[in-house]
């Protein structure tokens, strides 16, 4: 008898790969139509796919400015995608399925599993319930106080800081950088302290990764009448590192920016030194991959554009709405350095052994994602050689950082890129947003690895 054909069946990674693609080219088609754009004219499916693109992948970066250009069902349309990028479509369609009370099938949640980078599949629809709570939460708090900043303290009219405060509160929640405010991102309210902080605050909470807020919810729970200190011991090793990292990175670049702009008469220059550390501290955070900008990018140093550059790639921390090569990731990566410095062989972290193939995994995100900006730089390079906008190879640089990142923040290259260009910063983001590794997963069609499998002999090389 002939053997039955399996039926085909997506991987989770391809599964992934082309939810978040269909969602692209529907947002995409919606963006096209003419009742999108205040002109009545339609904006032409490139720019469309640009704006889904860096919805949908929560980037932020524009081809036409997103205040003036989009109407009101343009500027739904492009929310709706910032929430389902930020959320993971597989988020929203568990959900539904939990409110109609039907059964999670175990393909799901393979999906999930993949989505946020999990062990097992166990525990993966108490996860969603978690991570739509958090997210209902964060954004609903900070839209009650943006509302509040902007019609208390900016006089705005009730229902245009009722609109504003909604859209930015998902927006930074979301890391996605989209803004309805001014021509200038928050460059006019880069004095304003309450805009400042709530928006750095919903940055730092989306970019934190729901699988520490899990793991700090439980903590609280579980040691209600204990010290901070001991609540930090018990917190997973994962918390542990996207604590440190998160705090240390934003640290440091505060620290790199006020030295290297403290006196720039086109970003901090101006500023009293309260606006100094304020301006300094949201730019640090923003680079957490959000895209706001209370300072100009294109007046920054050309050493604080390669810094910018740098953090814009680390990114984030894991499972949550941020992108980049994410702060565990290079966490790992150090701990495996200072393990090496002091002689171990294996390598060691706060009380705990990390697994070979976790540090194998983590240079391979770094190299594949460093590879990837690189490249892009190099063909972006050569399709704006002739471009009518001059383009400084460290402003593309920046900019394919910031697209690779899914951060959002442009020295203003991007509306003026050619054809080409517009393609390799989408595909940029798309990368960027879904993650090297689950996109090279995703293109291998093979099933099955045998190679993994065998067993070769041992050869050591010589290293340094």
């Known amino acids: 008898m002939p053997e039955k054909k399996r039926p085909f069946h997506l991987a989770p990674p391809q599964t992934i790969a082309v939810g978040f693609a269909v969602i692209i080219l529907l947002g995409a088609c919606l963006l096209c139509l003419p009742i999108a754009s205040r002109s009545g004219h339609s904006i032409g499916f490139l720019n469309a796919l640009f704006t889904a693109t860096s919805a949908t992948c929560v980037t932020g970066l524009v081809v036409v400015n997103t205040l003036q250009h989009w109407t009101l069902f343009g500027h739904i349309v492009i929310l709706a995608l910032i929430q389902l990028g930020g959320l993971s479509f597989i988020s929203i369609l568990t959900l539904n399925m939990v409110i109609l009370r039907r059964r999670i099938p175990l393909r799901n949640r393979t999906v999930i599993q993949a989505s946020f980078n999990q062990d097992s599949t166990a525990g993966m629809v108490r996860l969603v319930k978690k991570v739509v709570q958090v997210t209902l939460l964060a954004e609903g708090l900070g839209a009650a106080l943006l509302f509040a900043s902007f019609f208390f303290g900016d006089g705005m009219p009730l229902w245009q800081a009722l609109g504003k405060g909604v859209f930015h509160a998902i927006s930074a929640f979301c890391n996605a950088g989209f803004d309805t405010l001014s021509a200038e991102s928050l460059v006019p309210w880069q004095g304003s302290l309450p805009i400042n902080l709530i928006i750095m605050a919903l940055i730092i909470a989306g970019g934190l990764g729901f699988t520490v807020w899990g793991d700090i919810g439980d903590a609280a729970k579980r040691g209600k009448r204990r010290s901070l200190r001991i609540r930090f011991i018990h917190l997973k090793l994962h918390t542990k590192i996207a604590l440190i990292m998160t705090a240390a990175l934003i640290l440091l670049g505060v620290g790199l920016f006020l030295a290297l702009e403290w006196n720039n008469p086109e970003t ?10 304020l301006a300094a501290f949201f730019q640090s955070v923003t680079l957490r991959t959000a895209g706001f900008n209370s300072i ?7 050493f604080s554009k390669i810094i910018s550059s740098f953090l814009m790639i680390i990114g984030g921390s894991p499972a949550g ?7 565990v990731t290079l966490g790992v990566v150090l701990l495996a350095m200072l393990s090496a410095l002091r002689g171990h062989d294996r390598v060691q972290a706060l009380g705990r052994t990390l697994p ?18 690189f490249t892009a730089t190099l063909i972006l390079h050569f399709s704006e050689m002739n471009s009518p906008f001059p383009h ?16 959002g923040v442009t020295t203003g290259i991007t509306p003026h890129l050619s054809l080409t260009g517009k393609i390799v910063i989408i595909l940029c983001m798309y990368i960027g947003r879904l993650g090297p590794v689950t996109v090279a997963m995703a293109l291998n069609m093979r099933r099955h690895a045998t190679a993994g499998s065998l067993s070769y002999p ?7």
Do not use: N
């Open 268 to 277: 901090l220059g101006p500023l009293s030194v309260p606006g100094k550390v």
């Open 296 to 302: 100009s990018q294109a007046g920054l140093t050309d």
């Open 321 to 327: 709405t941020a992108g980049g090569f994410k702060t």
């Open 356 to 373: 070979l193939a976790l540090l194998q995994k983590a240079l391979a995100v770094i190299c594949t994602l460093l590879g990837v900006v």
């Open 392 to 407: 400084d190879i460290l402003d593309l640089f920046f900019e394919t950082s910031s697209a690779a990142g899914t951060v």
């Open 458 to 464: 041992d050869e050591r090389v010589i290293i340094g």
